[in-house]
């Protein structure tokens, strides 16, 4: 069965840091684009990071410096690492996988920024 499954989310006070992982069964995730996105309450899912299967990665203006995504072939893994956080950073996170016309979702994990 094909599964992202993402954790790491939390509660977290501005300033602070987060490390979201996503793992993979299923499927080997190193030929596939891998991507983070969010969504927060009222607002369309928007991209967070990307990186290619050679390790490109590309990062929304707003998280640039902040965040970093990386991949972890051995360990069928994907992580974002993210640094500085700030209330607006608030929003459920998924985890991606692109591969030609496949698109496979993780179930999304709770980021909250908040004093």
């Known amino acids: 069965q094909v599964r992202l499954v993402e954790s790491g989310g939390g509660l977290v006070q501005p300033g602070g840091s987060l490390r979201l992982s996503c793992a993979a069964s299923g499927f080997l995730l190193r030929l596939f684009t891998l991507g983070w996105y969010r969504q927060a309450p009222g607002k369309q899912r928007e991209m967070v990071a990307t990186?290619?299967?050679?390790?490109?990665?590309n990062y929304a203006d707003s998280v640039k410096g902040r965040f970093t995504i990386s991949r972890d072939s051995a360990k069928n893994t994907s992580n974002l690492q993210m640094n500085s956080l700030k209330p607006e950073d608030t929003a459920v996170y998924y985890c991606?996988?692109?591969?030609?016309?496949?698109?496979?979702w993780g179930q999304g994990t709770q980021v909250t920024v908040s004093a």
């Open positions: 990186i290619s299967s050679g390790g490109s990665t």
């Open positions: 991606n996988a692109h591969l030609f016309s496949t698109d496979y």
